[in-house]
């Protein structure tokens, strides 16, 4: 609701300028606190509330930041979003979670519903290339920093994880604890963040193939608990003297499906079956069995990725980055077994 009573008339009951009312209503910096208790109490006294209509169309600007993610549905992405939002909280920015499902048509929508609302700035997990898309952004005066994923060319900001490190460290400890024949899980290869963490997994086996064995790639349709259940299937449908002991689910969604259809099917994890996931969400430690994960910083993820749109929106000269985090293995009681000591026999179906 649109209020009668003006900014003016606010500044003009607190004794201050209109700039220091704009100061204290976009929680700017620099304000003295006693200044700052007046101007409020003339907002409170007068009932005085924003014309955010108004103000957008004199600043041409919303006080809008959208992220943009794969899978809303997915904790990770939250995550990320929550360390995002205490960034631009702080600055005096809203933040709006827009949800792609992996889907380009989907994005390119939310691009052009996000370019229309004049956004501030957009944070992006992005679906397939979009460099295309975050020129067009800026001509629009819009701020693009990509997330958990990488900008080549440098045309801006990103904020991602060593993926294919994360992905030979999930391998190499599989290895570690006595496994050769070890199932990688992935999606149909949208993801480039899934891509190198299939990338790094190859990458330890080839580092260790003195020692045998062998890596086997299942495609699930989608990094969900149901994508977890289908891999559990496609395991469970393997003759046992060929069956993987191990599985490396590309997240822990994939991850908490298998142990859950493994188990409901008598395959005890980790005595019969080793599962490592990735991302290191809650419900990974708190699963049923404790879930090994190679942990993705998320909440830093998006913490940076704000840090970096701030940046860009406060100086024309900026240089665009790329922040490259580091993943780290957390190793719970999902493989914790050694399978030389593990119980002989396939496992029942
Ligand atoms: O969306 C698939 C995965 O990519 C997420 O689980 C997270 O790992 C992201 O990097």
């Known amino acids: 609701m649109a209020s009668s009573v003006s900014i003016k008339d606010v500044a003009a009951r607190a004794g201050v300028s209109v700039g220091t009312v704009s100061n204290v209503l976009n929680r700017t910096d620099g304000v003295r606190t006693e200044t700052r208790a007046r101007v409020e109490a003339a907002i409170t006294e007068l009932h005085f509330v924003r014309n955010e209509s108004a103000r957008q169309l004199r600043s041409r600007r919303s006080r809008i930041v959208a992220v943009l993610v794969l899978d809303v549905t997915n904790p990770f992405f939250t995550e990320v979003a929550s360390g995002a939002e205490e960034v631009l909280g702080g600055a005096g920015l809203s933040v709006v979670l827009c949800n792609s ?105 080839l580092h260790h193939r003195g020692t045998g064995g062998e890596l086997l790639s299942l495609t699930v349709r989608s990094l969900t608990i149901s994508g977890g259940c289908e891999a559990a299937t496609q395991v469970l449908e393997i003759p046992a003297e060929h069956r993987p002991t191990a599985a490396f689910c590309s997240n822990d969604l994939i991850a908490l499906g298998m142990l859950r259809e493994l188990s409901s099917h008598g395959v005890a994890v980790p005595d019969d079956f080793a599962i490592v996931g990735y991302d290191d969400i809650d419900y990974a430690g708190a699963a049923s069995v404790p879930l090994s994960s190679v942990r993705q910083p998320a909440r830093e993820l998006g913490r940076i990725a704000a840090e970096l749109l701030l940046e860009e929106a406060g100086d024309r000269e900026h240089h665009h980055r790329q922040a490259v985090l580091e993943t780290e293995l957390v190793v719970r009681e999902s493989s914790a077994t050694s399978h030389t000591s593990r119980r002989r026999g396939a496992p029942k179906r």
């Open 101 to 205: 499902d992996t889907d380009e048509v989907r994005q390119s929508r939310y691009l052009q519903l996000l370019t229309e609302q004049r956004v501030q700035g957009i944070l992006i997990v992005p679906v397939g290339p979009i460099a295309k898309q975050v020129t067009q952004l800026r001509r629009h005066g819009i701020s693009t920093v990509l997330l958990d994923s990488k900008m080549m060319d440098g045309a801006a900001c990103s904020v991602s994880v060593n993926d294919v490190d994360g992905g030979y460290r999930a391998i190499q400890h599989l290895l570690d604890m006595g496994h050769r024949r070890i199932a990688f899980v992935g999606g149909k290869g949208r993801e480039s963040q899934v891509a190198d963490r299939a990338k790094g997994a190859h990458l330890a086996f």
